[in-house]
């Protein structure tokens, strides 16, 4: 990915001038930059931005999901998780299909290989319905 760097620093009295930009390329693994979840009765189509072709190696997206089941009372969970390859796309997408009723579900999509605090989350929490 490619980034500009400028800095600016305050002190008691005002900002001082911004600096020269500095232009870099990060080369590596890097996590996607923002996902979102579209809900649709039982399923979810978790998307994302993948990594731009000039990023060298081509991740493997992973994502997973828990779920709280909200109907019982012994705290009982559901998860699960897919892989997925990089493709050349402006977006990524995966369906969740498999979702059960009035559950209460946490989405996260990472890339091995990068800080665990990079995973984005696509949402906090998606409550399917009944039939």
């Known amino acids: 990915e490619d980034y500009v760097i400028t800095v600016k620093a305050k002190t008691e009295f005002d900002w001082g001038d911004e600096s020269d930009s500095y232009y870099t390329t ?33 991740p493997t997206y992973i994502i997973t999901w828990e779920g709280d089941m909200k109907w019982t009372d012994n705290n009982t969970h559901v998860a699960g998780s897919f892989s997925m390859e990089w493709e050349n796309n402006s977006s990524l997408c995966h369906l969740l299909d498999t979702l059960v009723p009035y559950t209460e579900y946490i989405v996260d999509v990472s890339v091995p290989g990068t800080n665990p605090s990079t995973n984005q989350r696509c949402s906090s929490s998606i409550l399917v319905p009944d039939a």
């Not at 930059?33 to 731009?52: L, R």
Request: charged share 10%.
């Open 26 to 58: 990060i080369n590596g693994i890097v996590a996607p930059s923002e996902v979102n979840c579209d809900q649709k009765g039982y399923t979810v189509n978790v998307c994302w931005t993948p990594s731009p072709a000039s990023c060298s190696p081509k």
